[in-house]
């Protein structure tokens, strides 16, 4: 397992810690990240590299042909480590294949940085943080995204 984004298009998405507003975005994708234990730098920047190109935006026929930066989208990124709960056995669902704080954040982090550095504009929330997610889903549109762990990046 590698690391995971859930992204869901949106007319709009907010999130908020305490009711303070750490970011809010317009049109673009609300992405919901968790880390893995074995994953690496080059994962977030695949990772990052995907999100920006996916064509999920209709042009002017209603195809899904445009991506974020056609349309000059925003990005609000959200850690969640819940998205490694395995919950096959028991009712209590376990995050074992979760990576540590001290792992995730750094990668965290790196597919944010990754993302502006292709140009986008990015609101983020609070790692760690007991969060309030606010997400306008448009169509909807959602789709999830794995990285292998450790792949290499000639791999795709």
Same mark, same amino acid.
């Given at each position: !397992?590698? !690391?995971?984004?859930?992204?869901? &298009?949106?007319?709009?998405?907010?999130?908020?810690?305490?009711?303070?507003?750490?970011?809010?975005?317009?049109?673009?994708?609300?992405?919901?990240?968790?880390?893995?234990? &074995?994953?690496?730098?080059?994962?977030?920047?695949?990772?990052?590299?995907?999100?920006?190109?996916?064509?999920?935006?209709?042009?002017?026929?209603?195809?899904?042909?445009?991506?974020?930066?056609?349309?000059?989208?925003?990005?609000?990124?959200?850690?969640?480590?819940?998205?490694?709960?395995?919950?096959?056995?028991?009712?209590?669902?376990?995050?074992?294949?979760?990576?540590?704080?001290?792992?995730?954040?750094?990668?965290?982090?790196?597919?944010?940085?990754?993302? &502006?550095? &292709?140009?986008?504009?990015?609101?983020?929330?609070?790692?760690?943080?007991?969060?309030?997610?606010?997400?306008?889903?448009?169509?909807?549109?959602?789709?999830?995204?794995?990285?292998?762990?450790?792949?290499?990046?000639?791999?795709?």
């Amino acid at each position: !397992m590698g !690391m995971r984004a859930l992204i869901q &298009r949106v007319s709009r998405g907010r999130v908020t810690v305490a009711e303070q507003v750490l970011g809010a975005i317009g049109q673009g994708y609300v992405v919901l990240l968790g880390v893995g234990q &074995r994953d690496v730098p080059e994962d977030a920047e695949w990772l990052a590299d995907r999100v920006i190109d996916l064509r999920l935006f209709a042009d002017q026929n209603g195809k899904t042909n445009l991506s974020l930066a056609d349309i000059s989208g925003e990005v609000l990124v959200v850690s969640q480590f819940t998205l490694y709960a395995n919950a096959n056995r028991g009712r209590r669902p376990s995050f074992t294949d979760s990576a540590p704080p001290a792992l995730a954040e750094p990668l965290y982090e790196r597919f944010i940085a990754h993302l &502006r550095a &292709r140009g986008a504009r990015v609101a983020t929330g609070r790692f760690g943080a007991q969060m309030q997610v606010d997400i306008l889903n448009d169509g909807p549109v959602t789709i999830w995204l794995e990285r292998e762990a450790g792949r290499s990046l000639g791999g795709g």
